[in-house]
């Protein structure tokens, strides 16, 4: 396209669902390797949005969605800090840091409150400074209390204040930390000047605005199946503030999502709902009638998903987002390109074929910010677990329900486990794809997603298909060596 305008000035800007906006279009995918709570607040801050797996009990899919919408959406903010009443001694405190896989003689700063919790009155902090130079058996059954500094020689921050308040009110104190209270001195959270330092200076600022809802809390989505046990479990999110639910189903043309919907929409009128997977318009048809609020579509095209191999059903990505894109558009109703997505040129490739949005699983496990641990390989790689939900590994822990089979005897994997290599922070890659995605979106044309659908929808804006030696011509070729770095 006639390029007469800058690449910054492109927006990327675009429906969810019909109900929420997201200023950067990436979603991470509801997988138990990809997206938990600690994934979730890092989505939301860059202008995306997680959806928490719920391949766990209710009660741990809530907690995560209340850590996630409890945390402050704010630069610098740590992620559940540690949090103890003024009675709990060093030791137990000592064992809390080591549960959580910090070394010995590395712990983080204290937190105390009245109740023991985040939300509870904030009554004191207690960081190295405080226990140095005490003698480790003298002091092991101490309290915090003893300890502690006392919250009025405390600099605080105030819950309502911006960034800019807040990074001023640090530099000014010149402390290592500064706690965030509300009404009745109600601890919130507490900004970290490390955290905030690698935000300012070693991440990449963030080209969206953080996703919020009408309160001014992160969103948050969750996936839940289909079945009748999946109304109680949703309750639970809806009493969290879950801000939306994807169906999560392998193909979602069924009774059972149908049934759902409806219950949902009779049920929490106001919560936006993800309906699919699909990828034919016929499919979209019927879950767009029942009332979803957006589709999501893809089936067999994940990086660890075997479904058109084993089950011999599915659709080329691109077609499918394209028909499927074309028939929702119609009725107003956003779709969600799910699957394939493995560099930043997919994802300008499916928001130009008509996604209003992309989610992706591959490209966030390995991070940072994604459950599980490291490991060492043999070979001295650090890596973290990947697995599809259609694993036996993933279906042992209770995602069978998804495609529909949790009643077999046997259980057909359609999905493989695996490791993906340490990819970092999720504030580190997130900008960047975006920035990408605007370069490729200035270079045909479109100024901003709704732009580009405009385009397609008028014929202003064509795809061709490339043979395999222009595949070949158009990546690297003819070089003795080389390294790929994306930036």
Not at 24 to 33: A, F, G, L, N, Y
Not at 65 to 78: D, E, I, N, W
Not at 86 to 108: F, H, I, M, N, W
Not at 184 to 209: C, H, I, W
Request: neutral net charge; aromatic residues 4%; hydrophobic residues 40%.
């Amino acid at each position: 396209g006639h390029i007469d305008f800058a690449a910054h000035d492109v927006s990327l800007a675009s429906q969810l669902t019909k109900e929420i906006t997201l200023s950067v279009p990436i979603v991470s995918s509801p997988m138990d390797t990809v997206t938990g709570a600690e994934m979730a607040v890092a989505m939301a801050q860059q202008g995306g949005m997680g959806f928490i797996h719920y391949n766990n009990t209710v009660e741990e899919q809530a907690t995560a969605v209340r850590q996630a919408k409890r945390h402050l959406p704010l630069a610098g903010c740590q992620f559940e800090p540690l949090v103890v009443s003024a009675s709990t001694t060093l030791r137990e405190v000592e064992d809390a840091c080591e549960g959580l896989g910090l070394p010995a003689g590395k712990y983080p700063s204290v937190l105390v409150t009245d109740s023991g919790d985040l939300g509870g009155a904030l009554v004191g902090l207690v960081t190295t400074s405080d226990l140095d130079l005490l003698g480790a058996e003298a002091s092991s059954e101490r309290t915090v209390g003893e300890v502690m500094t006392p919250v009025a020689d405390l600099v605080t921050g105030k819950r309502g204040d911006g960034e800019s308040e807040l990074k001023a009110a640090l530099a000014s104190c010149k402390k290592g930390r500064l706690p965030v209270v509300g009404e009745g001195n109600a601890l919130a959270g507490v900004v970290e000047r490390s955290l905030l330092k690698d935000q300012l200076f070693k991440y990449p600022a963030p080209l969206g605005t953080p996703t919020t809802n009408a309160a001014g809390q992160l969103s948050v989505g969750c996936a839940v199946g289909t079945r009748e046990g999946d109304k109680v479990r949703l309750e639970a999110l809806v009493k969290e503030g879950v801000d939306a639910v994807i169906l999560d189903s392998s193909q979602g043309d069924s009774v059972y999502q149908l049934e759902m919907i409806k219950h949902i929409k009779k049920t929490f009128a106001g919560l936006q709902v993800i309906a699919g997977n699909v990828v034919t318009s016929r499919q979209a048809e019927s879950l767009i009638g029942a009332g979803a609020d957006a589709l999501r579509v893809g089936m067999g095209s994940g990086s660890i998903c075997t479904t058109q191999e084993v089950c011999a059903v599915g659709r080329g990505q691109a077609t499918a987002v394209y028909h499927t894109a074309k028939y929702a558009r119609v009725h107003g109703v956003p779709i969600i390109a799910d699957g394939g997505i493995q560099n930043s040129g997919h994802i300008t490739k499916a928001l130009a074929l008509g996604a209003s949005s992309v989610m992706c699983g591959s490209m966030f496990a390995g991070t940072a910010e994604a459950p599980g641990k490291y490991m060492i390989t043999e070979d001295g790689h650090r890596v973290k677990l990947y697995r599809g939900m259609g694993s036996l590994d993933a279906m042992k822990k209770g995602s069978s329900t998804r495609y529909l089979g949790e009643s077999q005897r046997i259980q057909i994997a359609q999905g493989v486990s695996g490791t993906v290599k340490d990819k970092g922070s999720i504030r580190n890659i997130l900008p960047f794809f975006a920035q990408a995605v605007k370069q490729g979106f200035q270079d045909f044309g479109g100024k901003s997603v709704k732009h580009t659908h405009d385009m397609l929808n008028a014929g202003e804006l064509r795809m061709e298909t490339r043979s395999g030696a222009a595949q070949t011509e158009g990546g690297v070729h003819d070089m003795h060596s080389y390294t790929k770095k994306r930036w």
